[in-house]
């Protein structure tokens, strides 16, 4: 996807972030892939409430398929947003979610996987430190709508 840095984590923040992040990830004996970890606070400026860290494994637009990694800390949601073509499924590598979807809430641990079909609004907060895998659809922007109307343009990414 190409990325708009303004909903990004940047300098020290996103430093402190990420040694943490690598902190927990070593104590769990995971190694990402090469590849830039993307720190969102979706441009409110509130990573630890609001945010999420991804590790991107490949997006490939003309192929139909995306696969990334999503940290999230204790605490810090992922917020309530659908894609309108973005077809999605989670699986709980590590640590515990609570994942909104719809109208639905439901607790997801280590190994729970959970597909969202396009325009299902979803979020999920860390209960735990937890480490997810999406494979989807490809990732692009002007697909993410959220119902926060302060993130992006009026909700959209």
Sequence with gaps: MERDDRYEVHG????????????????????MPPATAVLFDFGLGRFMEIGETEFWVANEPDLGYCAKFLFVFAGQTCPYHHH?????????????????YGSEERVMEQG??????????????????????????????????????????????
């Excluded at 990420?18 to 104590?27: G, P, V």
């Excluded at 073509?85 to 994942?99: A, I, P, Q, W, Y």
């Excluded at 697909?143 to 959209?156: K, L």
């Design 12 to 31: 020290t923040a996103r430093e402190k972030a990420l040694e943490n992040i690598n902190k927990q990830l070593a104590e769990w004996g995971i190694t």
């Design 112 to 157: 729970d996987v959970l597909a969202i079909p396009p325009g299902v609004g979803h979020s999920f907060t860390g209960i735990t430190n937890a480490l997810l895998l999406e494979a989807s659809m490809p990732s692009t922007l002007h697909d993410n709508f959220f119902a926060d109307h302060e993130i992006g343009q009026n909700g959209m990414i």
């Design 84 to 100: 309108i073509v973005k077809h999605g499924t989670f699986f709980v590598l590590k640590g515990r979610v609570l994942m909104k």
